[in-house]
């Protein structure tokens, strides 16, 4: 039986999902022992911790310059000590390009469930994914697991289901028959998608699979080779998705450099001279906004990036403020604040927030959102396994530096213990207030857990400047609270024109951080937080060119 | 009734023509009394006629500096005199912006419809639009009334189609439901394909309706208002499409200013101006392969080109001889080589071609080719309609220029007797020999009726030599001769790595040159001859940016 055979009825699935936009997951987001096994956790950790301090030998790939590593854990503030091959740039491209040729010979259908089927065994490795994730970006248990694990596969489900349909989107091939009166005009025509050459994939610290995925499977699917370059802190559970791909690769015969992972150093980085390299034709990037835009401008090549923005959340009137001031608290506390999609800047009418009991006052609601913070922060069942660590520790000072904009400090950042791992680097949320006329100070990405509160005129200022910082900075997420249905229309639509989607009214256990696959597109690809989307159909099209062939009918 | 309940079934009966890629035309090509009405050709020319020496007011449109206007005919070398509103760029951009506002509201269903009620109502002037045709870009009657009436009106379609499928692929609302165990989380969710502002589309001299109304059409369709910059030499038949576009509008009730036409002068352009204005969001750009890298770098703006390009023809093995000579020589004398998509380098190896009846040398190929070229021009039925005449004098010149290149001239370029316009401008085609070695001197475009027949080693280098141009010069077209399933299968093969359609062993009414609407992508958009591909999905998806919106379902 071929892997399409197998995967068919699941790849129409998922397609069938891309359209329908309702909830739709392949892959069970809960770390449940009655999904997963009861033994998969104690597995997973056991397996991660067996990996350190060792090379990952699982990829198969053959260093040219022998083995590095620098990944270090958030938890423990200690080096990993697990190293990869490394391998110089141009035998990266020489290994990519040989394999293009096989793999993009490869039909379509059967590149999509071979990518498929990788996905299946990435399945068997969730909890060892996990804790891989936990212990290079710092994030906590469940975030990691779910982030890392079917969260992300569903992503890249969706990338493949979304390459399967634009190219079965035209036929193979037809009979173009022309009437010219006395006779026809008939044509054997044919068209194939082919693919662009050789993908490069350039990975972030703190999303390393969820983030990578969907531009690693949409290149492969669409018949790209994929050089899958991570981010030096954040290597292993990419590269964990990557031995994976290569072990079908070579089960089905294939070339497995089709997919490889290049590693590197933060001393000694490899990134500029692979996307700049003529053979690569297509990029993704997730990561800061000035190398994103800068691989944007490069000629002659397709790129998607994810970058940065700033978040707003407008609130104008509530039903409820203490459920509102706990929703909005756990999104900012959530992997303290270092999500792409988490709220930054507050908007509130200085006359304050509308509510069924009255006007609530500024100084009222940011009583109750420091009091949410840190009821959820000092929850020791709570607190840590939400915040997580802090991947990087310039966040730390960042953090510091942030406290100290002008503006009033209403909560400082503070460390809080974690109850398995002493040495973890957490820091929890810091909230300022500021006035809509110290723009200069909230105009800019304050990366980590910081929170301003803004005091604005009155909404259509907060509306204003929530558009005018995706406009001219990018947003990935807006908040807004309303309860009057022309206010709501009038922040869909103004924020609309700054391409960003807008969670209106949020309350409960769904938070405005989160984007699901298969129905919330992620990035729109209109502002400046990025020009791609996962998943639209661009994201897949502009990895392949359609092109035609045609011949007149033999008689 | 609306336009929508009118031409619903139209549109849906051109969205899945996209899908079939058979022949679909919605415009008859032919100019036949029987189609168009007996007095359909002469009620043209004279309405044509009727407005020369005038301002042309059927735009409706307020000049800011009065009126302007230098197109000259190419078959009588004399000023039209007509003249258009000239219209400063600041006030073109806020009229097109207030504009956009208004139409961005109006539901896609019925933006396409109303532009395809315009195209009905262009079918009513295409035999004014194909005189107009004639007296600025010098094409013969038949390609004028072909390419600038029922072709451009069939591309036109094909982007609205394209447009309205794309639009219509995600549900406007849905409610997202995710079991979460003891409950499930319920979202209302919806999405709005969102414009991106203001459109430009930039004309050329040669096909001022077919190569722009592609472009101005996806972008009216998607909601983006639209500013037509015509090229100066060729400003009529654009300027009739656009006046029938704001009839339909105002007819709707809806501001007209939603399509202008902004017309400039040689000594005086507008383009940069407007291309670089930062409210203009998307620019469609028709023309040199200069300025169109230039546009496709300006930051901040999706930039769809169709620049120039050097098509190859290999020839390798045939059934007959003459039949292919025959149809070589029509596709290099069609409109004096002035087409895109004409055929420039012919190669050939040294050995000659494969026929049935043994070898024929190269120089036995070239004589039946001219013999082919000098029996066409100088029928007196055929030569002066296929040629029409040289748009720009410039051409004449660098046809001059292209015979001194180092090489063998086998045929000179001369004028030909036009029964009609005793002035009109006229080249036939010149050819030359030269050999693989020269290749500084066949890698470039020569604009024009110019053929280089190119001696190789054999057709694999003749094949290496025609993808080499693709990739870094660009080719919109490639005609491929050969009797064997593995040639041609290489060249298919090889040719699509350098995103270029290929042509095989076409003979008889057929040609290479052609690309018809629904069927044949033209440009790939996977070589440096353009980034755009009418009409693939990218066409229209990247003028728009799909927003989602959530909330939770209301108890």
Same mark, same amino acid.
């Given at each position: 039986m071929s892997f399409f055979e197998k995967h068919e009825t699941l790849i129409k699935k998922a397609v069938n999902a891309l359209h329908e936009r309702t909830f739709y997951a392949q892959y069970p987001e809960h770390p449940s022992p009655k999904i997963y096994g009861e033994t998969a956790d104690v597995d997973g950790r056991k397996a991660f911790q067996s990996l350190v301090g060792k090379p990952y030998e699982a990829l198969n790939q053959t260093p040219t310059d022998g083995w590095i590593g620098v990944e270090e854990s958030p938890y423990m503030q200690d080096p990993l000590n697990i190293t990869y091959p490394n391998i110089n740039v141009e035998t990266l491209i020489n290994r990519s390009e040989k394999a293009f040729h096989e793999w993009r010979k490869v039909h379509y259908k059967e590149r999509a469930a071979i990518l498929v089927e990788s996905l299946e065994r990435v399945k068997q490795k969730f909890f060892e994914i996990a804790y891989a994730t936990m212990h290079t970006t710092g994030q906590g248990y469940m975030m990691a697991f779910q982030a890392s694990g079917p969260h992300a596969a569903d992503r890249a489900l969706e990338a493949i289901a979304a390459g399967f349909e634009e190219m079965s989107r035209y036929p193979e091939s037809t009979v173009w028959d022309k009437p010219m009166g006395k006779f026809n005009i008939q044509l054997d025509k044919s068209w194939r998608p082919v693919p662009k050459g050789v993908a490069l994939v350039i990975g972030c610290s703190t999303f390393p699979t969820w983030n990578s995925v969907p531009g690693l499977y949409a290149s492969l699917v669409t018949g790209n080779s994929a050089i899958m370059k991570p981010h030096p802190g954040a290597v292993?559970?990419?590269?964990?998705?990557?031995?994976?791909?290569?072990?079908?690769?070579?089960?089905?015969?294939?070339?497995?450099?089709?997919?490889?992972?290049?590693?590197?150093?933060?001393?000694?980085?490899?990134?500029?001279?692979?996307?700049?390299?003529?053979?690569?034709?297509? !990029?993704?990037?997730?990561?800061?906004?000035?190398?994103?835009?800068?691989? %944007?401008? @490069? *000629? #002659? =090549?397709?790129?998607?990036?994810?970058?940065?923005?700033?978040?707003?959340?407008?609130?104008?009137?509530?039903?409820?403020?203490?459920?509102?001031?706990?929703?909005?608290?756990?999104?900012?506390?959530?992997?303290?604040?270092?999500?792409?999609?988490?709220?930054?800047?507050?908007?509130?009418?200085?006359?304050?927030?509308?509510?069924?009991?009255?006007?609530?006052?500024?100084?009222?609601?940011?009583?109750?959102?420091?009091?949410?913070?840190?009821?959820?922060?000092?929850?020791?069942?709570?607190?840590?396994?939400?915040?997580?660590? !802090?991947?990087?520790?310039?966040?730390?000072?960042?953090?510091?530096?942030? %406290?100290? @904009? *002008? #503006? =009033?400090?209403?909560?400082?950042?503070?460390?809080?213990?974690?109850?398995?791992?002493?040495?973890?680097?957490?820091?929890?949320?810091?909230?300022?207030?500021?006035?809509?006329?110290?723009?200069?100070?909230?105009?800019k990405e304050l990366f980590g857990p910081v929170a301003l509160i803004i005091k604005t005129k009155d909404t259509k200022e907060s509306v204003a400047l929530a558009q005018e910082m995706a406009e001219a900075y990018g947003a990935l997420s807006c908040g807004a609270y309303t309860t009057n249905a022309d206010t709501k229309e009038f922040i869909a639509d103004q924020m609309s024109l700054a391409a960003t989607p807008v969670s209106f009214n949020l309350t409960g256990g769904i938070y405005l951080n989160q984007h699901a696959g298969f129905s919330d597109f992620h990035v729109t690809g209109g502002n400046p937080a990025g020009n791609a989307s996962f998943t639209n159909p661009d994201y897949v099209n502009r990895r392949f060119t359609w092109v035609g062939f045609r011949e007149p009918v033999s008689k």
């Open positions: 292993l559970p990419i590269a964990m998705v990557v031995a994976e791909i290569r072990n079908v690769l070579a089960e089905s015969g294939i070339d497995p450099e089709v997919c490889q992972l290049a590693v590197d150093t933060f001393d000694k980085t490899n990134t500029k001279e692979l996307a700049t390299h003529k053979k690569v034709k297509v !990029i993704d990037f997730t990561g800061n906004s000035e190398f994103g835009t800068y691989l %944007e401008g @490069l *000629p #002659g =090549k397709t790129v998607f990036t994810e970058k940065t923005g700033v978040n707003s959340v407008v609130l104008d009137s509530v039903a409820n403020v203490d459920k509102v001031a706990a929703n909005l608290a756990f999104s900012v506390a959530l992997y303290s604040g270092q999500m792409c999609t988490a709220p930054q800047n507050f908007y509130i009418p200085e006359s304050g927030i509308s509510t069924p009991d009255g006007q609530v006052s500024v100084e009222e609601f940011e009583e109750k959102f420091i009091e949410q913070i840190n009821g959820l922060v000092d929850n020791p069942k709570a607190g840590p396994f939400v915040l997580g660590t !802090i991947q990087n520790k310039n966040t730390v000072n960042r953090i510091a530096e942030a %406290e100290k @904009l *002008p #503006g =009033k400090l209403l909560l400082k950042s503070r460390s809080i213990e974690n109850p398995m791992f002493n040495n973890a680097r957490v820091a929890t949320p810091a909230v300022l207030e500021m006035e809509s006329k110290d723009k200069e100070q909230f105009s």
